[in-house]
């Protein structure tokens, strides 16, 4: 038993060495999540219970969700497929169930809505899905009808056994598209023949056959009917032809004549639904806010679900405070006399003193103040950088073309702004084109918006701090936009300028002041550009001429019958590398390929028989178009992710032969010497660089992946990868090595080499969101801190999840429960220790030289 | 993994090389024929170039590149010598750091019929003019195809890459290419080595079974070090109270 307990204690020793996690206490210290549903289809107000605080949404995301009517909160969320598979086709909700068709009316399923859980699911016949209904009267409803193209079935609400089911008359030629039943024991399913007539079939809720046939006169207007009509008050059908402004009623039951009624009609059409009360009003409007209004004119809550459907982000550095600024401010001016710059001085002192009294005299009143009330509301007016940079604005374009500020520190929405030019099919880039570090320039950020279609771009110009638009106009885009690039040139306000090359291959700067021009016309002959024409498998190279014309330099030209360029991923700019080589087991030094030009391009094969099928990598040096190295991975197909950074290229592909997941990374190494260690260029590097490659497999299947990136460059590295579990595992790049020595020797050994191992574990305390699923991961953003340590991670897809990484642990940072009083008493004792054992000495000296 | 493939390919370029210098001291006619068969099943393309002060490409032939198909395809060129108009007009392009380009036409190696073999377009490199002249037209021509044999990129580097402005003798050094040619196929990306792991973790357990001082187990061998460690520990945490476990942050 002690031989068991000293083990038991040796593992902890072990354990406490290797784990890298979160500990209890730290979860939501530096990180946060936000979770969303998406733009919703349907809503149904809990209306059963008078005190309930429920709304239900069923959302385009394929999500299901309850709501909190006071908060805005989520009770629960079900997250189902994507794609059609999950899509959501109806919302019926009685008591204490909501029933929901699913998947093109493939499956039907009960909920239970005060807790979320499941009831009941079917699978049904076969059929596009058209329209379901409850059956009954207010309180006594037992059944659901489901209405398919070609067929109607009657399901019991309580386990959703199917009670019948029959075939519809004529649905060759009749488009049933709604079904209705009063509960007085009949089913009505309505049909239209486009342009011709409405018919309407009743059958008996208890067998299923049919009571009555009707077909109903000339109605040419109506083509649908789900859109245009619905049943009012017992059995009225109501239709609205909005070309001539008229309202159709129909009684169902007595099958009269069709009445017209003239009306105006004014269609509110964000308006997405009314409680019939009409005292709770949740609207939807078209930047995909939910917003709940109570009585008319309050505002309960809003919800920005457009969120739930980021494109691209970026991060911006917070401003300097006030404070700072002025201190900054006073250098930037001109210097006008001796004494008026000691005024001057003198006084911004005094302003910093006042701020730091004004700092303390907070923290004294706060320290009085239980925890729980302090609070630190983020506002944009107090937004400042913090001392390690930790904190920062993170701006987020969603696809419904709304931009969100938010701050990373806690996630609240400082700014949005809805762009509302917006085309159907756009694609967006965002570009950071001033940081803050130009006081008292503001910061500027540009987003490039372009329509797939037509190719026609808009810019639009703003500050990332504060969301409001620039009073810089930018240049009109006649043209289509090709590409666009930030160059590292800066105008005289320390703008980066972004080139922008339209169809005809001519280059337009912005902003395109004289100085700008002027500089672009000296360094014209070293700026190159790349462009790729997927759809012909053509890259091309160009250059740009002083008259800020282009001119074609090199070309590579990949046959598409044979495979496709998927992606092109070059490096990012803001990398640093710190360590130009590795060093060896044997003291020598392996020099890194370090080419800032060097492009990743993915072929995936056209052909997807699981013999023929391969994925390709070509890496091509942007400059010159050089083919650096081109590999192919045979019996493989797509969808490829990959990872392109310092001196490797990782990327992950699925194995046909194998039927598994498995990552291939690439290394480039000069060799032992450098050819040119000053500097890198393109165009004189004539040695090829020696490539490693190894490839291991994977037990899951990824949805996106991206690198961390530190300030420095000196922190390992990490590879984060977004699991459809929802996870995001830090996988360490070590362990994606092609050194990794399949024999262990001595020299790879002294290189702290991992011994190869086919399999990549996904080791649990990997995962940097413990128990924080963040579902449907599209994208992973990650931006350095100031602190070299430390790499701030964005999550996004359906939910939003902000945290920091530790690559290489917190080497920069004393621990939080690190114990100064415990240093400082040491420090205290030793210092007295001293004194007091210098004077022993002395006096001990002094009796020694009496004696 | 790769360098078995280039070596070879190097290796062969070499000798093709010398063939081709001692082809063209005995060649001296400036015309090259289009595409054209060969009689060893190769067949050949141009290969062309163009140097002009106002860097608005003309494409003239510089040679022709007999490729040859097949499971390892190999690539030879004959060229003829700069004339002295060119020269000339090579060392102005590079005083203005103008561009020496080639291009070579694409096409498709596996095909039987010459029709198929050609398509449309061309595929094109630069190098700088400069570094063209101070390598002394010392040119290293590679050649890319695709998994199926299609041409997709040339790409041309001097040896030595770099402009340093040197004065270069025309007549001596501007006469001859001195061009190391190449084509290069994909390389197979390597998959998970699972046949290597498994015989090398069989291997160990047999090494394991055959040496029963190995089989000891765990705490017969490090008895000592267990016990003085948990003494450690006693003493250690019988002075000074655990902190929580929370708090031992990494």
Known sequence: AMARLIWLCLKCIMLYSTVQAVFEDQVGKFDWRQQYVGKVRFSHFDSHVQSSKKVLVATENNVFASLNTRTGELFWRHVDKTGPEGNIDALLQHGQDAVLVVGNGRLLRSWEINIGGLNWEIVLDSGSFQSACLVGQQDTVKHVAVLKKTIISLHYLSNGH???????????????????????????????????????VAYSLEDGEIIKQVIQMYTPWLSNIQASCSVIDQGVLTCVDSATVSLYMLDLHLQSQMTQIPLQLYVQAFLK???????????????????????????????????SDVVTMEMVDLPLTGTQAELEGEFGKKADGLMSMVLKRLSSQLILLQAWIAHLWKLFYDARKPRSQVKNDVTIENLSR?????????????????????????????????????????????????????????????????????????????????????????????????????????????????????????????????????????????????????????????????????????????????????SVKGKRPNEHVHSQGRVMGDRSVLYKYLNPNLLAVVLESTDLHQERSFVGILLIDGVTGRIIHEAVQRKARGPVHVVHSENWVVYEYWSTKSRRNEFSVIELYEGMELYNSTVFSSLDRPHAPQVLQQSYIFPSSISTMEATLTEKGITSRHLLIGLPSGGILSLPKMFLDPRRPEIVTEQSREENLIPYAPELLIRTEWFINYNQTVSRVRGIYTAPSGLESTCLVVAYGLDIYQTRVYPSKQFDVLKDDYDYMLISSVLLALFFATMISKRLAEVKLLNRAWR | MARPLPFKIAVVSSVLFIVCTNFVCCNNGRKVGDVMDTEFSGFSVPLEHSFEVDDVAKFRVRGALVLKAGREPSVSLTQSQLSEEDRTKLKDVAAVDGLYRVRVPRVFLQADRQTERQMEGYLTAFVRACAMVESHLSDVISLHTDVSGYLIGVSIVTLPGACRGTEVEDEVDLEVFNTTLSIMAPVNAPGPETALFLERMEMESEKKGKNPQEQKSFFAKYWYLILGGAIFLMVTNSAQPPAGGGREQS
């Open chain 1, 273 to 307: 639904k009314d409680d019939s009360v009409g005292y709770r009003v949740i609207v939807q409007t078209e930047d995909h806010t939910l917003t709940f209004i109570q009585q008319p004119g309050r505002v309960m809550w809003t919800r920005e679900e457009a969120l």
């Open chain 1, 386 to 566: 913090d001392e390690f940079n930790l904190q920062k604005m993170m701006v987020m374009v969603t696809a419904s073309g709304k931009l969100f500020g938010i701050d990373s520190k806690t996630g609240s929405i400082l700014w949005r702004h809805y762009l509302n030019n917006i085309p159907s099919n756009p694609a967006f880039k965002l570009m950071v084109q001033r940081t803050t570090a130009h006081f008292p320039h503001p910061p500027q950020c540009t987003l490039l918006i372009k329509d797939k279609d037509t190719g026609l771009a808009t810019l639009h110009v703003f500050n990332p701090i504060f969301g409001k638009k620039s009073h810089i106009s930018p240049p009109p885009l006649p043209q289509p936009i090709l590409q666009s690039l930030i160059l590292p040139l800066m105008d005289q306000d320390y703008a980066k300028v972004l080139l922008l090359v339209d169809d005809q291959y001519k280059v337009s700067a912005f902003p395109s002041t004289k100085n700008v021009l002027q500089q672009l016309q000296e360094m014209a002959s070293s700026i190159f550009f790349y462009l790729i024409d997927s759809s012909q498998g053509r890259l091309s190279g160009y250059r740009l001429r002083t008259d800020l014309s282009t001119e074609l330099i090199w070309e590579v030209v990949v046959p598409t019958e044979v495979q496709r360029i998927v």
């Open chain 1, 162 to 200: 199917q009670k019948w089911i029959e075939n519809l008359p004529e649905s060759e030629t009749v488009d049933y598209q709604a079904v209705y039943s009063g509960g007085n024991g009949e089913v009505y399913a309505l049909g239209v023949v486009p342009h011709s007539h409405i018919a309407i």
